[in-house]
């Protein structure tokens, strides 16, 4: 079914959606104290539209007021040593690629704090995170004097934090408006033309392959491939440096810096 909405990731109009769910729970992580409370929680609905010209997919009836984020949002895998070593190898990656060593780091939508610790402690460099669902005692690295953290979404009234690497993992598939919102961080960076960025998504390519439904769920209300994804930075003021796949394909990896948007096109 075709519909005449507007792509919120390239601006194109016209998506066709090709899958729907009614009545979901608005929350997959969401810690409720009780039964009644779980059984209340807001329900919506998904509509998966595609976007023919850039290949973007969104959750057409999204709708973001129904969201509860706060420290009750407990979506950490810190507890997995599986992923814990592919976050440390991550790391470990980022700091020798860009030499960050004693420079400044951002990270949007940090979460408990994991991954921006990390890049603290092994680089000994300073950051600042920003997640509305922070609780501060569940930090307790040696690290924490390097590092603040803001409990608040990350927007434009925080450009006076710069860093020489941003980071945003796992947070740009809960945007609804993803090319506002990288736009906003193109703007944040300024004329600081060496920083680089760095963003990591859910692989739909993946999820629609492996007929992963688990994957699909109102918090992710947008769905990016290596195409759409370069697109996105491109349009929004960026060059790409590399993409890559990992974590068994789970994760569209992206490095970018602020540019004329005129990277080598990606085709997927």
């Given at each position: 079914?075709s519909?005449?909405q507007?792509?919120?990731?390239?601006?194109?109009?016209g998506?066709s959606?090709?899958?729907?769910?009614?009545?979901?729970?608005v929350h997959?992580?969401?810690?409720?104290?009780?039964?009644?409370?779980?059984?209340?929680?807001?329900?919506?609905?998904?509509?998966?539209?595609?976007?023919?010209?850039?290949?973007?997919?969104?959750?057409?009836?999204f709708?973001?007021?129904l969201h509860?984020?706060?420290?009750?949002?407990?979506?950490?895998?810190?507890?997995?040593s599986?992923?814990?070593?592919f976050?440390?190898?991550?790391?470990?990656?980022?700091?020798?690629?860009?030499?960050?060593?004693?420079?400044?780091?951002i990270?949007?939508?940090?979460?408990?704090?994991?991954?921006?610790?990390?890049?603290?402690?092994?680089?000994?460099?300073?950051?600042?995170?920003?997640?509305?669902?922070y609780?501060?005692?569940?930090n307790?690295?040696?690290?924490?004097?390097?590092?603040i953290?803001?409990?608040d979404?990350?927007?434009?009234?925080?450009?006076?934090?710069?860093?020489?690497?941003l980071c945003c993992?796992?947070t740009?598939?809960?945007?609804?408006q993803t090319?506002?919102?990288?736009?906003?961080?193109?703007?944040?960076?300024?004329?600081q033309?060496?920083?680089i960025v760095?963003?990591q998504v859910?692989n739909?390519?993946?999820?629609?392959?492996?007929?992963?439904?688990?994957?699909?769920?109102?918090?992710?209300?947008?769905?990016?491939?290596?195409?759409?994804?370069?697109?996105l930075?491109?349009?929004?003021g960026f060059?790409a440096?590399?993409?890559?796949k990992?974590?068994?394909?789970?994760?569209?990896?992206?490095?970018?810096?602020?540019?004329?948007g005129?990277?080598?096109?990606?085709?997927?």
């Amino acid at each position: 079914m075709s519909i005449s909405q507007v792509c919120p990731n390239c601006g194109a109009s016209g998506m066709s959606v090709f899958y729907e769910l009614k009545n979901v729970p608005v929350h997959s992580v969401l810690l409720l104290p009780t039964r009644e409370e779980a059984l209340n929680l807001p329900k919506g609905d998904i509509a998966l539209g595609f976007c023919h010209t850039c290949g973007f997919i969104a959750n057409v009836a999204f709708d973001p007021g129904l969201h509860q984020y706060s420290s009750r949002y407990e979506a950490t895998q810190a507890f997995s040593s599986t992923f814990n070593a592919f976050h440390r190898n991550l790391a470990t990656c980022l700091i020798e690629r860009y030499d960050l060593h004693s420079k400044d780091i951002i990270e949007i939508g940090s979460g408990q704090g994991e991954f921006l610790t990390l890049l603290c402690e092994l680089g000994d460099n300073r950051g600042v995170g920003f997640d509305p669902a922070y609780i501060s005692r569940r930090n307790q690295s040696q690290a924490n004097d390097q590092i603040i953290f803001i409990k608040d979404f990350y927007s434009e009234k925080y450009a006076n934090y710069r860093g020489d690497f941003l980071c945003c993992k796992m947070t740009l598939e809960h945007i609804q408006q993803t090319a506002d919102f990288v736009s906003t961080v193109r703007r944040s960076i300024r004329h600081q033309l060496a920083t680089i960025v760095f963003f990591q998504v859910p692989n739909v390519a993946r999820i629609l392959r492996d007929l992963a439904f688990w994957d699909i769920y109102y918090e992710h209300c947008s769905y990016l491939s290596l195409g759409s994804l370069t697109r996105l930075f491109r349009k929004c003021g960026f060059d790409a440096i590399d993409l890559w796949k990992d974590y068994d394909d789970q994760y569209l990896m992206i490095e970018a810096r602020p540019g004329n948007g005129r990277s080598t096109p990606v085709v997927v």
